[in-house]
């Protein structure tokens, strides 16, 4: 079953990030193999979305609970479709300069084993494009990085593109 967790440091908000991540009605816009989204309801701390994904001439419709702490996390909980299970969390914390770490992990499985072996097979190239384009998308709505000064020879480095997995 794939699993993914990984932490990043990005030169954006907590609160910029968390509302990327939340506006799930645009997903169709930037994320890759999404072709269709229907946000059945959306409240401040839940939302219940449909979202229809695919690849050639596979195309699948799943919904999925999502439950939001603002600014401080986002839990995502399948609730209909293809797969035996899906959980996503995203946490995002500010740097105290300008910046945030996010932590982001995911786990699924298919309930098909022939979507599974496909699925085990891309996803890391999957994971790799959709993470990109959640940062691709920050840069459009917030704009490049602000130059920061150095950090002390002490501090990690900030990364300011998401790195490879």
């Given amino acids: ?3 993914h967790h990984e932490v990043r440091a990005l030169p954006y908000s907590a609160s910029q990030m968390y509302d ?5 009605a645009r997903y169709s816009e930037f994320l890759p193999w999404v072709s269709a989204v229907r946000v059945r309801s959306d409240g401040e701390t839940e939302m219940v979305a449909d979202l ?11 919904t999925s609970r999502v439950t939001k702490a603002r600014d ?13 299970f899906l959980r ?14 996010v932590d982001f992990m995911v786990e699924f499985a298919f309930k ?9 097979q891309m996803f890391d190239h999957a994971l790799r494009r959709m993470i990109g384009a959640f940062e691709a998308r ?10 920061k000064p150095p950090t002390p020879a002490s501090a990690t480095p900030r990364q300011s593109a998401l790195p490879e997995a």
């Avoid at 695919?54 to 799943?62: L, S």
């Avoid at 401080?72 to 035996?84: A, F, Q, T, W």
């Avoid at 996503?88 to 770490?101: H, K, L, S, V, Y």
Wanted: charged fraction near 30%.
């Fill in 88 to 101: 996503n969390d995203w946490r995002f914390e500010d740097d105290g300069a300008q910046g945030c770490r």
């Fill in 52 to 62: 229809v994904v695919g690849f050639k001439a596979i195309k699948e419709r799943f």
């Fill in 72 to 84: 401080r996390s986002v839990h995502v909980d399948y609730i209909d479709g293809p797969l035996k």
């Fill in 20 to 24: 990327l991540v939340i506006d799930v």
């Fill in 1 to 3: 079953m794939p699993k």
């Fill in 112 to 120: 098909n084993r022939l979507f599974e072996a496909i699925a085990g």
């Fill in 138 to 147: 920050a840069h459009q709505l917030y704009g490049p990085p602000s130059v």
